[in-house]
Protein backbone atom coordinates (compact mmCIF):
# COMPACT_ATOMS: atom_id res chain seq x y z
CA UNK A 1 0.00 0.00 0.00
CA UNK A 2 2.02 2.46 -1.15
CA UNK A 3 -0.55 5.38 -1.29
CA UNK A 4 1.43 8.81 -1.73
CA UNK A 5 5.15 8.74 -1.64
CA UNK A 6 7.17 11.57 -1.29
CA UNK A 7 10.90 12.15 -1.39
CA UNK A 8 13.05 13.16 -0.25
CA UNK A 9 11.85 13.58 3.93
CA UNK A 10 14.30 15.98 4.88
CA UNK A 11 16.61 18.09 3.09
CA UNK A 12 18.82 21.26 4.08
CA UNK A 13 19.54 23.75 1.25
CA UNK A 14 21.52 27.16 1.19
CA UNK A 15 19.67 30.54 -0.11
CA UNK A 16 19.97 30.68 -3.71
CA UNK A 17 20.03 27.18 -4.38
CA UNK A 18 17.29 24.99 -6.47
CA UNK A 19 15.83 21.38 -6.01
CA UNK A 20 12.69 19.30 -6.58
CA UNK A 21 10.30 17.55 -4.07
CA UNK A 22 8.69 14.48 -5.55
CA UNK A 23 5.44 13.18 -5.16
CA UNK A 24 3.75 10.08 -6.80
CA UNK A 25 0.44 8.21 -6.52
CA UNK A 26 -0.78 4.76 -7.28
CA UNK A 27 -3.62 5.02 -6.28
CA UNK A 28 -4.83 6.46 -10.61
CA UNK A 29 -6.18 9.55 -9.04
CA UNK A 30 -6.84 12.74 -10.98
CA UNK A 31 -6.22 15.11 -8.29
CA UNK A 32 -3.21 15.98 -6.96
CA UNK A 33 -2.08 18.79 -4.68
CA UNK A 34 0.87 20.49 -2.88
CA UNK A 35 0.30 21.91 0.82
CA UNK A 36 2.69 23.66 3.26
CA UNK A 37 2.45 23.58 6.95
CA UNK A 38 3.84 25.97 9.42
CA UNK A 39 3.71 25.69 12.93
CA UNK A 40 0.40 27.57 13.94
CA UNK A 41 -0.64 28.35 10.58
CA UNK A 42 -2.53 25.25 9.14
CA UNK A 43 -2.12 23.57 5.62
CA UNK A 44 -1.78 26.01 2.65
CA UNK A 45 -2.20 25.16 -0.57
CA UNK A 46 0.60 25.78 -3.21
CA UNK A 47 -0.10 24.36 -6.65
CA UNK A 48 -3.18 21.74 -7.47
CA UNK A 49 -3.74 19.74 -10.73
CA UNK A 50 -6.95 18.10 -11.87
CA UNK A 51 -5.39 16.13 -14.12
CA UNK A 52 -2.14 15.37 -16.49
CA UNK A 53 -0.86 18.45 -18.22
CA UNK A 54 -3.20 20.77 -15.86
CA UNK A 55 -2.03 22.75 -12.94
CA UNK A 56 -3.20 25.96 -10.91
CA UNK A 57 -1.77 28.28 -8.65
CA UNK A 58 -3.05 27.59 -4.84
CA UNK A 59 -2.82 30.23 -2.08
CA UNK A 60 1.08 30.32 -2.42
CA UNK A 61 2.50 29.43 -5.00
CA UNK A 62 4.99 32.38 -5.42
CA UNK A 63 8.38 30.81 -5.75
CA UNK A 64 7.81 27.31 -6.71
CA UNK A 65 6.85 25.72 -9.72
CA UNK A 66 4.98 22.13 -10.72
CA UNK A 67 4.67 20.08 -13.33
CA UNK A 68 2.12 17.13 -14.24
CA UNK A 69 3.62 14.98 -17.03
CA UNK A 70 1.96 11.71 -16.18
CA UNK A 71 -0.93 11.00 -14.01
CA UNK A 72 1.28 9.35 -11.46
CA UNK A 73 3.54 12.25 -10.52
CA UNK A 74 3.44 15.68 -9.31
CA UNK A 75 7.23 17.35 -8.69
CA UNK A 76 7.44 20.85 -6.89
CA UNK A 77 10.09 22.71 -8.08
CA UNK A 78 11.86 25.53 -5.62
CA UNK A 79 13.99 27.69 -7.58
CA UNK A 80 16.33 30.18 -5.90
CA UNK A 81 15.58 28.80 -2.54
CA UNK A 82 14.81 31.99 0.07
CA UNK A 83 14.48 31.28 4.13
CA UNK A 84 10.54 31.89 3.92
CA UNK A 85 10.64 28.28 2.22
CA UNK A 86 11.57 26.71 5.27
CA UNK A 87 8.54 24.69 5.94
CA UNK A 88 7.15 21.26 6.04
CA UNK A 89 5.66 20.18 2.61
CA UNK A 90 2.66 17.39 2.00
CA UNK A 91 1.45 15.94 -0.95
CA UNK A 92 -1.55 14.98 -1.48
CA UNK A 93 -4.23 13.01 -4.28
CA UNK A 94 -7.61 12.99 -4.29
CA UNK A 95 -10.23 11.27 -6.95
CA UNK A 96 -12.52 13.69 -7.91
CA UNK A 97 -11.38 15.98 -4.95
CA UNK A 98 -13.34 13.63 -2.36
CA UNK A 99 -11.34 11.99 0.30
CA UNK A 100 -7.54 13.15 -0.11
CA UNK A 101 -4.91 11.26 0.94
CA UNK A 102 -1.50 12.47 2.08
CA UNK A 103 2.20 11.74 2.28
CA UNK A 104 4.46 11.58 5.34
CA UNK A 105 5.61 15.01 4.54
CA UNK A 106 9.13 16.49 3.54
CA UNK A 107 10.79 18.44 5.56
CA UNK A 108 12.85 21.69 4.08
CA UNK A 109 15.25 24.60 5.98
CA UNK A 110 16.83 26.81 3.99
CA UNK A 111 20.14 28.55 5.29
CA UNK B 1 -11.09 33.97 0.83
CA UNK B 2 -13.11 30.96 2.85
CA UNK B 3 -11.95 30.66 6.45
CA UNK B 4 -12.07 28.02 9.19
CA UNK B 5 -11.71 29.11 12.76
CA UNK B 6 -10.47 26.28 15.09
CA UNK B 7 -10.94 26.55 18.68
CA UNK B 8 -9.51 25.71 21.15
CA UNK B 9 -6.11 25.80 19.77
CA UNK B 10 -4.47 23.91 22.46
CA UNK B 11 -6.21 20.77 24.87
CA UNK B 12 -4.42 19.41 27.91
CA UNK B 13 -7.05 17.25 29.64
CA UNK B 14 -6.79 14.13 32.18
CA UNK B 15 -7.58 10.65 30.71
CA UNK B 16 -10.98 9.61 30.90
CA UNK B 17 -12.49 13.32 30.51
CA UNK B 18 -14.72 14.59 27.36
CA UNK B 19 -14.44 17.33 25.26
CA UNK B 20 -15.18 19.27 22.34
CA UNK B 21 -13.63 20.82 19.54
CA UNK B 22 -14.96 23.44 16.91
CA UNK B 23 -14.53 24.46 13.71
CA UNK B 24 -16.25 27.64 13.02
CA UNK B 25 -16.39 29.93 9.68
CA UNK B 26 -18.91 32.85 8.16
CA UNK B 27 -18.71 30.66 4.74
CA UNK B 28 -20.93 27.52 3.28
CA UNK B 29 -19.33 24.64 2.76
CA UNK B 30 -20.08 21.73 0.62
CA UNK B 31 -18.57 19.30 2.65
CA UNK B 32 -16.10 19.39 5.52
CA UNK B 33 -13.90 17.05 6.70
CA UNK B 34 -11.66 16.41 10.03
CA UNK B 35 -8.17 14.98 9.89
CA UNK B 36 -6.10 13.46 12.85
CA UNK B 37 -2.00 14.70 12.54
CA UNK B 38 1.06 12.70 14.66
CA UNK B 39 3.98 14.25 14.57
CA UNK B 40 6.43 13.40 11.80
CA UNK B 41 3.18 12.67 10.02
CA UNK B 42 1.04 13.95 7.56
CA UNK B 43 -3.00 14.13 8.05
CA UNK B 44 -5.03 11.17 8.08
CA UNK B 45 -8.61 11.57 7.38
CA UNK B 46 -11.26 10.69 10.06
CA UNK B 47 -14.51 11.70 8.84
CA UNK B 48 -16.18 13.42 5.73
CA UNK B 49 -19.64 15.63 6.31
CA UNK B 50 -21.90 16.74 3.78
CA UNK B 51 -25.66 17.36 5.03
CA UNK B 52 -26.33 20.23 7.75
CA UNK B 53 -27.27 18.57 10.72
CA UNK B 54 -25.17 15.36 9.72
CA UNK B 55 -24.01 13.15 13.09
CA UNK B 56 -21.42 11.04 12.61
CA UNK B 57 -19.77 8.52 14.34
CA UNK B 58 -16.48 6.96 14.78
CA UNK B 59 -16.24 4.96 18.00
CA UNK B 60 -15.54 7.23 20.64
CA UNK B 61 -15.47 10.32 18.58
CA UNK B 62 -18.44 11.99 17.34
CA UNK B 63 -18.79 14.41 14.52
CA UNK B 64 -21.42 16.53 13.63
CA UNK B 65 -22.37 19.37 10.65
CA UNK B 66 -23.73 22.59 11.52
CA UNK B 67 -27.57 23.02 9.87
CA UNK B 68 -26.23 25.42 7.83
CA UNK B 69 -23.35 23.91 6.87
CA UNK B 70 -20.42 26.59 8.14
CA UNK B 71 -19.81 25.00 11.50
CA UNK B 72 -18.94 21.56 12.93
CA UNK B 73 -17.71 20.12 16.18
CA UNK B 74 -15.83 17.16 17.42
CA UNK B 75 -16.77 15.51 20.62
CA UNK B 76 -14.45 12.51 22.43
CA UNK B 77 -15.47 10.57 25.04
CA UNK B 78 -13.31 9.57 27.88
CA UNK B 79 -10.26 10.75 26.17
CA UNK B 80 -7.09 8.22 26.09
CA UNK B 81 -3.52 9.18 25.63
CA UNK B 82 -4.02 7.61 22.16
CA UNK B 83 -6.12 10.29 21.26
CA UNK B 84 -3.02 12.62 21.35
CA UNK B 85 -2.77 15.00 18.43
CA UNK B 86 -3.15 17.89 16.22
CA UNK B 87 -7.25 17.50 15.02
CA UNK B 88 -7.66 19.60 11.46
CA UNK B 89 -11.04 20.64 10.21
CA UNK B 90 -10.84 21.05 6.34
CA UNK B 91 -13.65 22.14 4.54
CA UNK B 92 -13.95 22.21 0.86
CA UNK B 93 -16.86 24.16 -1.78
CA UNK B 94 -17.92 23.39 -4.92
CA UNK B 95 -16.38 19.90 -6.43
CA UNK B 96 -13.12 20.25 -4.34
CA UNK B 97 -10.54 20.05 -7.45
CA UNK B 98 -9.49 23.41 -5.81
CA UNK B 99 -8.20 21.44 -3.13
CA UNK B 100 -9.18 22.13 1.00
CA UNK B 101 -9.41 24.84 2.92
CA UNK B 102 -8.07 23.99 6.44
CA UNK B 103 -8.40 25.44 9.75
CA UNK B 104 -5.07 26.19 11.67
CA UNK B 105 -5.73 23.16 14.27
CA UNK B 106 -6.24 21.66 17.74
CA UNK B 107 -3.30 20.74 19.43
CA UNK B 108 -5.00 17.70 21.63
CA UNK B 109 -2.95 16.41 25.07
CA UNK B 110 -4.18 13.31 26.82
CA UNK B 111 -2.58 12.89 30.11
CA UNK B 112 -2.16 9.41 31.81
Known amino acids: NAGVTQTPKFRILKIGQSMTLQCAQDMNHNYMYWYRQDPGMGLKLIYYSVGAGITDKGEVPNGYNVSRSTTEDFPLRLELAAPSQTSVYFC??????????FGEGSWLTVV | TQLLEQSPQFLSIQEGENLTVYCNSS?????LQWYRQEPGEGPVLLVTVVTGGEVKKLKRLTFQFGDARKDSSLHITAAQPGDTGLYLCAGTSGGGADGLTFGKGTHLIIQP
Open chain 1, 92 to 101: ASSYGGNTIY
Open chain 2, 27 to 31: SVFSS
